[in-house]
C-alpha cells in the first residue's frame, strides 16, 4: 500500500462510528440594510480609505493629486491610466518597484469592508501584493451586505486565484500595537466609482 | 529514550518570575483580545447558532472524512494542482525537500503553517542547505531569536517592543534602543522584501480546504502568503487531513466566526483561495495525516480536530495568560495544547493537563465548540489511569482517599485542629516540605469548633426528636 | 417550623445538608448560615452525620480509583432525600456532571439529580423573594466560581452571548443596605483550581492576586461568594499581601450572620 492509500485506510478505521448530518444553515436575518454607508463605515475601521470620484476621468485626477509623487503607477484596469503596462509583465519580479497599483474590484462586503479581487482582475496575482500603496475601484451599487452573499457571488470554479482583501496589510506583532504595512500594501484607498 | 518530561507550572514560574514586565504585559495584551472577540461577538445576533453550524459542519465533515478527502484531492488534480500524501511529519518534510530539490531551490519563504511547525519542517531544511525564512512579522521574530511560537496567531506575543528591538538590531542592524513598533515593523519589511524576491518557492499552510472545489484558503493579515504564493514560480501547501470543508457556502460560517474569535476583528485582511496554480506557476499540496487519523479513532479526544487555530481558547485562558506559551514546551500550548500536544507524546506531555484550573472559559469561547475543559479533565484521567502522575501527587491522593473511604477514620479525631491535619483540606499540607500554599499566602485560621461539633452540640437532639415520631 | 410572618408555607421536602470538609473545618459558620437559612424558609433540614467528601480533589486529579470510594461513601449518605443541598458549588458540579468513578445505578443517579447548590435551589427552587432578615451595609464584590458559573450555570458566562441573569446577584439584591460593585473582569478565575493552587503555586498566586487587585481598584470592602474554596485561597493571597478585605460565604449574608 502507498502512504495514500495507507492514510485513507487509516481514516476509514478510526471514522467515528456516529455520522453527524450536514446541518441545515439557516437564512439570518440581516442586521445591515444600507449597504454602502456601512461599507463606508468598515472600510474606514479596516485602516482604508474611500473617495467618491464622479466619473473616471475625475477618478484618474485623484489618483494623479493622491500620488503625485509616485514614480511607478501600475494600473490593471482600462479604466485608470498608469505608466507601467501590466499586460507587458512577464515575470511578478518585475512589479518589485510598483508605488501604486490600481485594481477594479468585483464586488464589496458591506459587513467588513472586504473587496473581492480575482486573478483576472490583478492580471499579474503579485500587483495586489507587491505595490506599495494600493487604489481599488468598485462601482458603488457592486455591494453584498455579508460573508453569506459574499460566498454565492465568488465562483470559486472560475478563478485559480481570488482574494478578499479587507485595507491595507497590518500587523500586531510587536508589542500589539496595530501598524499598517508589514508586507503587502502600506494603504488602500477605495474609489467608488 | 523517553523525551525529558515538561514541566509547565516551573517554566510558568519562571514566566512570571523574569521581571515585573513580561507577565503583566501578557496578560493584558491577550485580555484586550479576549474583550475584542467579546465585543465583535456580541456585535452578530446569531454568534452562538453559527458557533453550534460550525460544530456540526465539523463534525459532519470528520465523521465523512474519507469522502471528502477523495472528493478534495479529485478537485484540486482537476484543477491542476500536484497533490502529494505524507503519513508523518518525515514524509511530510521529504516530499517538500523533493519539490525543491529537483528544481534546484536554495531558499523558500513561507508564512505561518503550524502544521510545518509540527513536522520540524525548517530545521529538516536548514540542515539540507535551504534558507528558509519566515514571513510573518511574529514568526520571522522568533525565528531570529531560535524559539518556536508562543501563541498560534501572535507567535511573539510573550516578547516587549523592548525584546524585539534588541533581537533585531543583532539581525538585522537596527537601533537596539528605538522601540518604536512603526520604525521596527518598516527595518524588516525592507529586510523581508529582499528575501521574496529571492526566494525560489513559498511555503503556505491553509486554514481551510473546499472539498467541492479543490480550494484551500488561507488567511493572514499580512499579505505575506500572498506575496509567498505570488512572487516565485513554486507554491508548496502543507493541509492537515482535518482542514477539509464540504462546500464554498460553509466558508460563509466559518471565515465570520474565524478573526472575530482570534483577534476581535471582522476578518484577517487577507482571506485568500487557491485552485490551482496561478498563470505561470506550479502548486504542490501535501496532505498530511500525522496522528490524526489515530486521533479520528480517539472517542474521547476526536473533537478536538474541529479546531480552526483561531487562538480564542489561549487569549481567554488564566493560566495561558500568565504563563506565555512556550511553558508548555509544545508545537500547541494553551488550552487546545493541553488536549493535543499528549496525541503526539502522552509521557513528555503527560503535566500539561494539570495546567489548568479547569475554570471551563475555553470551552465558550471555542467557535467549533470544543469540549476543551472536559477533554482536560479526561486527559487526566488518562494519564492517572497510566501512572503517569508524579508519585507525590498519587500518594497525597491514594492516602485521601483511603481516610475518605472510612467515616469513622475522617471523624476519628473530634477536634477542629486534628480534623484540619488529618484531612482538610489536603493541598493545604500537600508536599510540606515546600510549602507551595504559604509562598503567597497566609494559611487560612482553622475554626475552633467544626460545623459538625455544632451540629453535634446544638441540633442534633432536634433531628433525632424529629426522626422518632 | 414557620418563620415569623411566614413566608412561605412549611416545604414537605427532606432535604439533606451537605457541608464539605474546608466548610467544616475552617468555614462552619457558613455551614451554620446555610442550615439555618433553610430552615427559615420552612424546609426540614438533616446533616447526614457519616457525610465525608464527594470525591472530587481526587477526581479532579483524574485518579478515578481513588475517588469511588468518596463517591460510593457519598450516595449512602445521601440516599431517600429529595434534595441534597450543600453550600459550595464546586463540590455540586462534581457531583452532577462528573461523578463518574462508581457504577451508575438508578440510586446513584437519583443522589446525582437531586444534588443542588445552595443559590439554585435558593432561587430556582424555592423562589425566595425577600430575605426581610438580612441586613449588610457595606460595598461589596460577588465572586461567583468558575464551577458555579460555567459548570452549574448560575450566572451568564461572559464569553456566551446571550442575555445577562446572576443568580447570585439576584438574591443579594435583595438584601437591605448591601451595595454591589462590579469588577474589570468579572468571571475571571481567581487560580485556586483545587490542588492547582499548589502544584501550579506560581499561576495561581499570580491569579489569585490580580484579582484581589481588581476588589481593590473597585473599592469592595467584602467579596461574597457561594464558594469558599476561591475565597480561602484569595483571603489567604490579600492577608499576605496586606490587603484588607473581608471574605464571607453568600449564606451568612442572605441569613443576616452568623459573621
Ligand atoms: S480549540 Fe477552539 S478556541 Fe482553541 S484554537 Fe481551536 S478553534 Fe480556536
Request: glycine share 4%.
Given at each position: 500500500?502507498?502512504?495514500?492509500?495507507?492514510?485513507?485506510?487509516?481514516?476509514?478505521?478510526?471514522?467515528?462510528?456516529?455520522?453527524?448530518?450536514?446541518?441545515?444553515?439557516?437564512?439570518?436575518?440581516?442586521?445591515?440594510?444600507?449597504?454602502?454607508?456601512?461599507?463606508?463605515?468598515?472600510?474606514?475601521?479596516?485602516?482604508?480609505?474611500?473617495?467618491?470620484?464622479?466619473?473616471?476621468?475625475?477618478?484618474?485626477?485623484?489618483?494623479?493629486?493622491?500620488?503625485?509623487?509616485?514614480?511607478?503607477?501600475?494600473?490593471?484596469?482600462?479604466?485608470?491610466?498608469g505608466n507601467r503596462d501590466i499586460r507587458q509583465v512577464k515575470n511578478p519580479h518585475e512589479l518589485a518597484d510598483v508605488d501604486v497599483g490600481v485594481i477594479r474590484a468585483r464586488f464589496g462586503v458591506a459587513e467588513n469592508g472586504m473587496v473581492w479581487l480575482t486573478e483576472e482582475d490583478l492580471v499579474v496575482n503579485a500587483l495586489g501584493f507587491l505595490s506599495q500603496h494600493l487604489v481599488i475601484l468598485l462601482k458603488p451599487t457592486e455591494l453584498v451586505a455579508d460573508m453569506y452573499d459574499a460566498y454565492v457571488k465568488v465562483s470559486l470554479e472560475d478563478t485559480a486565484y481570488g482574494c478578499f482583501m479587507m485595507g491595507p496589510s497590518a500587523t500586531a506583532d510587536i508589542g500589539a500595537v496595530l501598524v499598517h504595512g508589514a508586507q503587502g500594501a502600506r494603504s488602500l484607498s477605495v474609489y467608488l466609482v | 529514550?523517553?523525551?525529558?518530561?515538561?514541566?509547565?507550572?516551573?517554566?510558568?514560574?519562571?514566566?512570571?518570575?523574569?521581571?515585573?514586565?513580561?507577565?503583566?504585559?501578557?496578560?493584558?495584551?491577550?485580555?484586550?483580545?479576549?474583550?475584542?472577540?467579546?465585543?465583535?461577538?456580541?456585535?452578530?445576533?446569531?454568534?452562538?447558532?453559527?458557533?453550534?453550524?460550525?460544530?456540526?459542519?465539523?463534525?459532519?465533515?470528520?465523521?465523512?472524512?474519507?469522502?471528502?478527502?477523495?472528493?478534495?484531492?479529485?478537485?484540486?488534480?482537476?484543477?491542476?494542482?500536484?497533490?502529494?500524501?505524507?503519513?508523518?511529519?518525515?514524509?511530510?518534510?521529504?516530499?517538500?525537500?523533493?519539490?525543491?530539490?529537483?528544481?534546484?531551490?536554495?531558499?523558500?519563504?513561507?508564512?505561518?503553517?503550524?502544521?510545518?511547525?509540527?513536522?520540524?519542517?525548517?530545521?529538516?531544511?536548514?540542515?539540507?542547505?535551504?534558507?528558509?525564512?519566515?514571513?510573518?512579522?511574529?514568526?520571522?521574530?522568533?525565528?531570529?531569536?531560535n524559539q518556536p511560537p508562543s501563541h498560534i496567531v501572535m507567535p511573539a506575543i510573550h516578547k516587549t517592543a523592548a525584546d524585539i528591538a534588541q533581537i533585531f538590531s543583532k539581525a538585522i542592524g537596527t537601533d537596539p534602543n528605538n522601540t518604536d513598533p512603526h520604525y521596527l515593523n518598516e527595518a524588516m519589511r525592507q529586510d523581508a522584501r529582499k528575501r521574496f524576491l529571492e526566494a525560489g518557492a513559498g511555503m503556505t499552510g491553509a486554514n481551510f480546504a473546499i472539498a467541492e472545489t479543490g480550494t484551500f484558503v488561507v488567511c493572514t493579515n499580512e499579505g505575506n502568503a500572498d506575496i509567498g504564493a505570488a512572487v516565485p514560480r513554486v507554491h508548496i501547501a502543507s493541509i492537515g487531513i482535518e482542514k477539509i470543508l464540504p462546500k464554498v457556502e460553509d466558508l460563509g460560517v466559518f471565515i465570520r466566526l474565524l478573526s472575530r474569535s482570534a483577534l476581535g476583528t471582522l476578518a484577517t485582511q487577507y482571506t485568500s483561495h487557491f485552485s490551482g496554480p496561478r498563470k505561470g506557476g506550479e502548486l504542490h499540496i501535501i496532505i498530511t495525516d500525522n496522528g490524526r487519523s489515530k486521533r479520528l479513532g480517539m472517542d474521547d479526544f476526536w473533537h478536538s480536530l474541529k479546531c480552526i487555530r483561531c487562538g480564542a481558547c489561549m487569549?481567554?485562558?488564566?493560566?495561558?495568560?500568565?504563563?506565555?506559551?512556550?511553558?508548555?514546551?509544545?508545537?500547541?500550548?494553551?488550552?487546545?495544547?493541553?488536549?493535543?500536544?499528549?496525541?503526539?507524546?502522552?509521557?513528555?506531555?503527560?503535566?500539561?493537563?494539570?495546567?489548568?484550573?479547569?475554570?471551563?472559559?475555553?470551552?465558550?469561547?471555542?467557535?467549533?465548540?470544543?469540549?476543551?475543559?472536559?477533554?482536560?479533565?479526561?486527559?487526566?484521567?488518562?494519564?492517572?489511569?497510566?501512572?503517569?502522575?508524579?508519585?507525590?501527587?498519587?500518594?497525597?491522593?491514594?492516602?485521601?482517599?483511603?481516610?475518605?473511604?472510612?467515616?469513622?477514620?475522617?471523624?476519628?479525631?473530634?477536634?477542629?485542629?486534628?480534623?484540619?491535619?488529618?484531612?482538610?483540606?489536603?493541598?493545604?499540607?500537600?508536599?510540606?516540605?515546600?510549602?507551595?500554599?504559604?509562598?503567597?499566602?497566609?494559611?487560612?485560621?482553622?475554626?475552633?469548633?467544626?460545623?459538625?461539633?455544632?451540629?453535634?452540640?446544638?441540633?442534633?437532639?432536634?433531628?433525632?426528636?424529629?426522626?422518632?415520631? | 417550623m414557620l418563620i415569623k410572618g411566614g413566608l412561605l408555607p412549611a416545604l414537605r421536602m427532606r432535604v439533606a445538608l451537605f457541608i464539605p470538609c474546608y466548610i467544616d473545618a475552617?468555614?462552619?459558620?457558613?455551614?451554620?448560615?446555610?442550615?439555618?437559612?433553610?430552615?427559615?424558609?420552612?424546609?426540614?433540614v438533616d446533616y447526614p452525620l457519616h457525610q465525608t467528601c464527594c470525591g472530587q480533589p481526587m477526581a479532579n486529579e483524574g485518579d478515578q480509583a481513588n475517588s469511588a470510594a468518596a463517591e460510593k461513601l457519598f450516595v449512602e449518605n445521601f440516599s431517600g432525600?429529595?434534595?441534597?443541598?450543600?453550600?459550595?458549588?464546586?463540590?455540586?458540579?462534581?457531583?452532577?456532571?462528573?461523578?463518574?468513578?462508581?457504577?451508575?445505578?438508578?440510586?446513584?443517579?437519583?443522589?446525582?439529580?437531586?444534588?443542588?447548590?445552595?443559590?439554585?435551589?435558593?432561587?430556582?427552587?424555592?423562589?425566595?423573594?425577600?430575605?426581610?432578615?438580612?441586613?449588610?451595609?457595606?460595598?461589596?464584590?460577588?465572586?461567583?466560581?468558575?464551577?458555579?458559573?460555567?459548570?452549574?450555570?448560575?450566572?451568564?458566562?461572559?464569553?456566551?452571548?446571550?442575555?445577562?441573569?446572576?443568580?447570585?446577584?439576584?438574591?443579594?439584591?435583595?438584601?437591605?443596605?448591601?451595595?454591589?460593585?462590579?469588577?474589570?473582569?468579572?468571571?475571571?478565575?481567581?487560580?485556586?483550581?483545587?490542588?492547582?493552587?499548589?502544584?501550579?503555586?506560581?499561576?495561581s498566586a499570580r491569579m489569585g492576586l490580580d484579582r484581589v487587585h481588581d476588589y481593590v481598584r473597585n473599592e469592595a470592602e467584602f467579596i461574597i461568594s457561594p464558594d469558599m474554596s476561591c475565597l480561602m485561597h484569595q483571603q489567604g493571597i490579600a492577608r499576605k499581601a496586606g490587603i484588607d478585605l473581608k471574605f464571607i460565604h453568600i449564606a451568612q449574608v442572605l441569613n443576616g450572620g452568623p459573621f
Open positions: 500500500m502507498n502512504p495514500r492509500e495507507q492514510i485513507f485506510d487509516a481514516v476509514r478505521n478510526h471514522l467515528p462510528a456516529e455520522k453527524i448530518d450536514y446541518p441545515q444553515i439557516p437564512v439570518f436575518q440581516k442586521t445591515i440594510t444600507e449597504l454602502l454607508p456601512a461599507f463606508e463605515e468598515r472600510l474606514l475601521d479596516a485602516g482604508a480609505t474611500f473617495f467618491l470620484p464622479k466619473d473616471l476621468r475625475e477618478a484618474q485626477f485623484l489618483l494623479e493629486q493622491q500620488f503625485g509623487e509616485a514614480s511607478v503607477i501600475c494600473s490593471a484596469t482600462p479604466d485608470i491610466k | 529514550m523517553a523525551a525529558k518530561r515538561v514541566d509547565p507550572a516551573a517554566n510558568a514560574a519562571a514566566f512570571i518570575d523574569q521581571d515585573d514586565i513580561h507577565e503583566p504585559a501578557h496578560d493584558r495584551n491577550l485580555w484586550a483580545a479576549r474583550m475584542k472577540r467579546d465585543a465583535a461577538a456580541k456585535a452578530i445576533p446569531e454568534w452562538e447558532d453559527l458557533r453550534t453550524i460550525a460544530s456540526l459542519i465539523k463534525e459532519h465533515t470528520l465523521t465523512h472524512l474519507d469522502k471528502y478527502l477523495e472528493q478534495f484531492e479529485a478537485n484540486a488534480i482537476k484543477r491542476g494542482a500536484k497533490v502529494y500524501w505524507a503519513r508523518d511529519a518525515a514524509e511530510h518534510n521529504q516530499h517538500v525537500w523533493n519539490i525543491l530539490n529537483e528544481r534546484k531551490i536554495s531558499s523558500i519563504i513561507k508564512s505561518k503553517s503550524m502544521l510545518q511547525e509540527e513536522c520540524g519542517m525548517t530545521q529538516f531544511l536548514e540542515t539540507r542547505g535551504i534558507t528558509v525564512t519566515e514571513s510573518d512579522l511574529g514568526e520571522r521574530i522568533q525565528q531570529l531569536d487569549n481567554t485562558c488564566p493560566v495561558y495568560r500568565r504563563s506565555g506559551g512556550l511553558s508548555y514546551g509544545a508545537t500547541y500550548s494553551g488550552p487546545i495544547g493541553i488536549i493535543l500536544d499528549p496525541t503526539f507524546d502522552e509521557s513528555k506531555y503527560s503535566e500539561l493537563p494539570y495546567h489548568s484550573t479547569l475554570c471551563g472559559s475555553c470551552t465558550e469561547v471555542c467557535p467549533v465548540k470544543i469540549d476543551i475543559s472536559d477533554q482536560i479533565l479526561r486527559w487526566r484521567k488518562v494519564m492517572a489511569e497510566k501512572k503517569f502522575l508524579p508519585i507525590s501527587r498519587r500518594l497525597a491522593f491514594s492516602a485521601a482517599g483511603k481516610i475518605f473511604e472510612r467515616p469513622n477514620l475522617f471523624h476519628g479525631a473530634e477536634t477542629a485542629a486534628s480534623a484540619a491535619l488529618k484531612i482538610t483540606p489536603h493541598f493545604l499540607l500537600y508536599n510540606r516540605a515546600l510549602n507551595p500554599w504559604g509562598r503567597h499566602r497566609e494559611l487560612p485560621h482553622f475554626a475552633k469548633q467544626t460545623f459538625r461539633e455544632w451540629f453535634i452540640q446544638n441540633k442534633q437532639q432536634n433531628q433525632e426528636d424529629k426522626q422518632q415520631p | 475552617i468555614y462552619p459558620e457558613a455551614g451554620i448560615a446555610t442550615y439555618e437559612l433553610l430552615q427559615r424558609f420552612g424546609v426540614e432525600y429529595d434534595y441534597i443541598v450543600g453550600p459550595a458549588g464546586s463540590c455540586v458540579k462534581h457531583v452532577k456532571q462528573h461523578f463518574d468513578a462508581i457504577p451508575q445505578t438508578d440510586e446513584v443517579k437519583t443522589v446525582r439529580a437531586n444534588t443542588w447548590e445552595l443559590v439554585e435551589f435558593l432561587h430556582d427552587v424555592l423562589r425566595v423573594k425577600a430575605f426581610p432578615w438580612a441586613y449588610f451595609r457595606y460595598k461589596a464584590s460577588l465572586h461567583n466560581s468558575c464551577s458555579a458559573i460555567r459548570g452549574l450555570h448560575i450566572a451568564q458566562p461572559s464569553e456566551h452571548m446571550a442575555p445577562y441573569f446572576n443568580k447570585s446577584e439576584h438574591l443579594l439584591r435583595m438584601v437591605e443596605g448591601l451595595e454591589l460593585v462590579s469588577l474589570d473582569r468579572p468571571d475571571e478565575c481567581c487560580g485556586f483550581g483545587g490542588t492547582f493552587c499548589v502544584t501550579d503555586e506560581a499561576v
